[in-house]
C-alpha cells in the first residue's frame, strides 16, 4: 500500500469548533488567542474559532480584528451576542458552528500545545462520548493564600488520575461536548440554568449541560494529557470573592439538585431539607472548631456561605412558577442510572 492510500484508508480528522466567550476582558482574550496559535496538532484535527463576544464594551472586538488580520489561527470569527449571560454566549456559539464536536474555552484559559492533538485522540478512542475534559490546572497570578487550599473546585480544578476514566461530570473550563449529544438532550432547543451574568457569579450552566448530555445516556470521559490553565487573577484570590463565590455556588448546587432529581417534587423537598440541615450543621461545626482554636475563621466563614446559598437556592426553587420548576425537575435525571450527582459538593 502506498503512503498516499494509507492516508485515504485513515479515518477523517474529527472537526471541531472552539468556542471562547469573552466579556471585557480584551487583554486577557489578547493573550488567550496568542497561546492558542502555538496548537501543535498538525494535521491531526481541523478547527476552527469563533469568538463570541457577550456585549463587551471594551476593545475586544479589536482584539480579534487584529488576530485575523495577523493569521496565525485557523478560520478566525467573530460575533456579538446582545444578550448577557454565560448561557446566552455558548447557546448562539453552539448554534453559529457546524462541527460535530464544540470546545468551550474560556477568556482565561490557555491551552497546552498538544491539547488539541490530546482531545483528537480522545474523539479518536472514545468517538461515541458526549462530552470530554482534560487536566485544569490553577495558575495564581500571585503566590494563593492558605485558606484556598480546600477550594480548589470553586475555580473550575479539575484531575481525575493519570488515565481515561468516565467522569460523573466536567468542568466548564475546556469541555468539549458533541453536538449530537446536545441535540439529543433537548439543551440546544432550550438550556435551563442561566450562567454568568455580567459580574454576577452566577453559575451552574456548565454542570447543566453535562448532566442533561448524561442523562440522554452519553458518557463524560476525563482524558489526562489534555492540559490547559486557568489562570486565576489576584481579585479572585480575595477572602470577599470566596465568600461570594460559595455562596453562588451553594445556590447553583439546589438548582442542578432540582434538574438531576429522578422523582417527585416533594421527595426534592424533604431531600432538599436534609441537605440543608446537613450543610449549616457541618458550617456550624467549622465555626465552633475555628472559635476553639482560633484558627480557620476564613474557611468555616466561607463553607458557612455555602449553606446560606443552598437555602436561598431551595427558596428560589419552591418559588418558581408551576410550569417553570416542572420543567427543571428531573430535566437531567439519571433514571436508567439510579443516582443524581453533580460536580457541585452534595
Not at 453559529?96 to 482565561?108: L, S
Not at 462520548?129 to 480548589?152: H, Q, S, T
Not at 442542578?256 to 424533604?270: H, K, M
Amino acid at each position: 500500500m502506498t503512503m498516499a492510500e494509507e492516508r485515504s484508508a485513515m479515518p477523517p480528522s474529527p472537526a471541531i469548533d472552539i468556542v471562547i466567550c469573552t466579556y471585557n476582558r480584551a487583554s486577557g482574550l489578547d493573550l488567550m488567542l496568542e497561546n492558542l496559535s502555538r496548537q501543535s496538532c498538525g494535521d491531526h484535527a481541523q478547527w476552527r474559532i469563533l469568538v463570541v463576544d457577550n456585549a463587551s464594551t471594551d476593545a475586544t472586538a479589536e482584539v480579534v480584528a487584529k488576530h485575523h488580520h495577523r493569521a496565525l489561527l485557523q478560520d478566525l470569527r467573530y460575533v456579538f451576542e446582545p444578550m448577557p449571560g454565560l448561557t446566552a454566549a455558548r447557546l448562539r456559539g453552539a448554534r453559529e458552528t457546524t462541527a460535530p464536536w464544540i470546545a468551550f474555552v474560556d477568556d482565561d484559559n490557555f491551552l497546552e500545545p498538544t491539547w488539541l492533538e490530546a482531545v483528537t485522540r480522545a474523539i479518536g478512542m472514545h468517538g461515541d462520548a458526549g462530552g470530554i475534559g482534560g487536566k485544569v490546572i490553577l495558575d495564581w497570578e500571585a503566590n494563593p493564600p492558605r485558606y484556598l487550599k480546600e477550594f480548589a473546585f470553586c475555580f473550575a480544578a479539575q484531575d481525575h488520575g493519570e488515565a481515561d476514566c468516565i467522569v460523573d461530570s466536567l468542568a466548564g473550563a475546556g469541555m468539549v461536548i458533541s453536538r449530537r449529544a446536545l441535540q439529543d438532550c433537548g439543551w440546544l432547543d432550550q438550556p435551563l440554568v442561566a450562567d454568568r451574568v455580567g459580574a454576577k457569579l452566577t453559575s451552574g450552566g456548565d454542570v447543566e449541560m453535562a448532566q442533561r448530555v448524561r442523562a440522554a445516556g452519553y458518557d463524560l470521559w476525563f482524558v489526562p494529557d489534555a492540559v490547559l490553565r486557568h489562570r486565576i487573577p489576584a481579585s479572585r484570590m480575595t477572602r470577599r470573592y470566596l465568600f461570594r463565590i460559595n455562596r453562588e455556588l451553594g445556590t447553583s448546587s439546589a438548582v442542578i439538585g432540582l434538574l438531576t432529581w429522578p422523582e417527585d417534587w416533594q421527595s426534592w423537598q424533604r431531600m432538599a431539607l436534609e441537605r440543608r440541615r446537613h450543610w449549616y450543621g457541618l458550617a456550624m461545626r467549622g465555626l465552633r472548631h475555628a472559635v476553639r482554636r482560633r484558627t480557620g475563621f476564613t474557611p468555616a466563614i466561607a463553607w458557612a456561605c455555602f449553606a446560606l446559598g443552598f437555602a436561598r437556592g431551595v427558596r428560589q426553587c419552591r418559588d418558581l412558577a408551576g410550569s417553570r420548576r416542572a420543567k427543571l425537575l428531573g430535566a437531567a435525571a439519571l433514571h436508567h442510572r439510579g443516582d443524581s450527582q453533580s460536580s457541585l459538593p452534595a
